[in-house]
């Protein structure tokens, strides 16, 4: 049973920008634990797209 959706307010480009950059900031262990602890955590279609950016990038930047 899936729970109750959070509704969440329209991210703008700037606001997107300044989470990537938060998320790249952390260290390599913490930036995985926080970024599977955000996957694991959403629940709508906004989030599930932020959190596909969001996984893109960081991918990319560790490689």
């Keep these: ?3 109750p959706s959070v509704t969440l307010a329209p991210l703008t480009g700037s606001i997107l ?3 990537i950059l938060d998320y ?3 260290g390599g262990e913490r930036r995985r634990a926080e970024m599977a602890h955000f996957l694991e955590s959403s ?3 906004q ?3 932020m959190a ?12």
Aim: charged letters at 20%.
């Design 47 to 49: 989030s599930e797209i």
């Design 17 to 19: 920008n300044e989470m």
């Design 43 to 45: 629940r709508s279609v």
């Design 1 to 3: 049973m899936r729970g």
């Design 24 to 26: 790249m900031a952390l």
């Design 52 to 63: 596909t950016t969001l996984r893109g990038m960081i991918l990319r930047a560790s490689a």
